[in-house]
């Protein structure tokens, strides 16, 4: 049976009540290792994260790592148990990246973050970076690494030209690495250091020379929601709602997550999350009740707290919108 076979037969039924969103993706291999590092049985993490040694599932699994509160309060256990290995100091980096944009808490760029209204972020990016930083010098070959300190240079720590040698050096290693397009792809949105052409240009061409069925796909859709988060609300409304929106959304989707080469791996249920979003926002019913109808209970918080407040909420507003007949 397939991965979404399993999955499908683990769906919950429904019960009318928002999703609880589960921040380890839904995968009960990242509830485990997130327990243990709750239970600070580094050992346990550590001997698990060596066996992940495909760089996109490794990337999930990191992220698992930096959302766990308090971790910093005991990795230098971790590091000063295992001082040999990089692993500790790859999840310390992974953490305080993370733990920095806690700090942070408003995601606009030119915003300067050492004036004192972000206390904390400078010193935690600062440790990001020393962290992974040393991780990179130690093991170049660390797809990890160079993903994360690519999420540090949307602090504005690096030129835009050191972003990008840390974006090509991950494609070195592994050309498809989704995380790192998603970082590479979100320096480049307006709102950041880029522009909207600029942003397009990134995704449809990250798309166009993907394989079939790379989940790279979800790109086109984030670079459509997030031209429609930029504008107005009715402007946003009629923008989402073009023939050559939804065109654009189902052909991204033919290559990637409708494709017969598409293959899930743990976290799928962002990319197909992004999409339902998209689609929903599109008014595509067909398109986004197939994804509604994959996805089950598997809401993430990316991107439905864009719709509201609430993004458990939001996410079961417009699946059950899109579940009435004749929507």
Not at 22 to 47: F, I, M, N, Q, T
Not at 60 to 79: E, K
Not at 238 to 264: C, G, K, M, N
Not at 266 to 292: K, M, S
């Amino acid at each position: 049976m397939g991965l979404f076979g399993r999955r499908r037969a683990e769906r919950r039924p429904r019960d009318g009540a928002p999703p609880v969103i589960d921040p380890c993706g839904y995968d009960p291999a990242a509830a485990d290792l997130r327990a243990a590092l709750l239970h600070e049985d580094w050992p346990w993490a550590s001997e698990f994260l060596a066996t992940v040694t495909d760089p996109d599932d490794r990337a999930f699994y990191l992220s698992v790592c930096a959302g766990v509160p308090g971790l910093q309060d005991w990795i230098g256990a971790w590091i000063r148990g295992e001082p040999r290995s990089t692993l500790p100091l790859l999840v310390r980096g992974a953490h305080a990246a993370a733990w920095a944009w806690e700090a942070r808490n408003a995601p606009y760029a030119g915003q300067d973050a050492g004036d004192g209204r972000f206390p904390g972020f400078s010193e935690r990016l600062e440790l990001a970076e020393a962290c992974l930083g040393e991780v990179a010098a130690r093991d170049p070959g660390e797809t990890g690494a160079w993903t994360y300190l690519l999420a540090c240079a949307l602090g504005g720590r690096v030129r835009p030209e050191e972003a990008r040698r840390r974006f090509e050096r991950v494609l070195e290693l592994h050309p498809g690495h989704l995380r790192a397009h998603m970082e590479m792809f979100t320096y480049r949105c307006e709102r950041w250091y880029g522009g909207h052409d600029e942003m397009f240009a990134f995704a449809r061409g990250a798309v166009a020379n993907s394989p079939a069925g790379s989940p790279l796909g979800r790109l086109v859709a984030d670079a459509h929601i997030e031209m429609w988060r930029s504008l107005p609300k009715g402007r946003a409304e009629d923008y989402i709602a073009r023939d050559e929106v939804r065109d654009d959304l189902r052909a991204a989707a033919d290559h990637s997550i409708r494709h017969p080469a598409y293959r899930p791996r743990v976290g799928w249920p962002e990319v197909h999350n992004a999409f339902a979003f998209a689609f929903a926002l599109a008014g595509d019913a067909p398109a986004a009740r197939e994804e509604f109808e994959l996805i089950g209970d598997r809401a993430t918080a990316s991107p439905w707290d864009l719709y509201g407040p609430d993004p458990a909420a939001a996410f079961t507003e417009l699946r059950d919108r899109f579940a009435r007949p004749g929507v």
